[in-house]
């Protein structure tokens, strides 16, 4: 809040209002979707943890179900699968679908699970100017070595993405 008055902006607090109560002038700053309450999806991660999913996975999902939350009811898998379906990335669809897939099997919610397909990315391998570029302004010795290597190599692919000096 005192962030927002340092830039000259208003901040009105959060207030949820009950059912029925909200202001007559529909000045009501509520969110645009109904949260659920965060032990919510506390629960389905304690769930996933004492199932044996790694931190890493954890951590993921929880973002992923947080952002669902915040832009979709959790409850209605039609709002869920509505917010999913507005982003432009196959592969983000299926890492959301998936999230909200674990959450929807703890809480019994019914809903099908849509399938998207991956998308590959090409590869971009750097131009010669680019790596006489890198070349020219690396400091480390090591990593210019390594880079004239890959350089005289012939820009094989699998070689830049086994490179792990960086």
């Known amino acids: ?4 008055r340092k830039l000259g902006l208003t901040v009105k607090p959060y207030v949820a209002y009950p059912s029925g109560f909200e202001p ?19 629960n389905v991660l304690i769930h996933l943890h004492s199932r044996g999913y790694a931190e890493s996975t954890l951590k993921g999902l929880s973002k992923k179900l947080k952002h669902l939350n915040r832009h979709a009811d959790l409850s209605d898998p039609e709002s869920v ?26 809480y019994n919610i019914q809903w099908e699970k849509p399938v998207y397909r991956k998308s590959d990315s090409p590869i971009k391998v750097p131009t010669e100017e680019n790596i006489s570029y890198i070349i020219s ?9 390594t880079y004239e290597i890959l350089k005289d190599s012939g820009k094989d ?4 993405h086994r490179l792990a000096l960086l």
């Open 137 to 145: 302004n690396s400091k480390s010795l090591k990593r210019k070595v």
């Open 81 to 106: 699968l509505k917010y999913i379906s507005t982003k432009t990335n196959p592969n983000t669809k299926n890492l959301l679908a998936n999230a909200y897939n674990n959450y929807a099997k703890y």
């Open 157 to 160: 692919e699998g070689l830049w």
């Open 1 to 4: 809040m005192l962030a927002g």
């Open 24 to 42: 007559a002038d529909g000045s009501s700053n509520l969110p645009r979707a109904t949260t659920t309450k965060p032990q919510a999806i506390l």
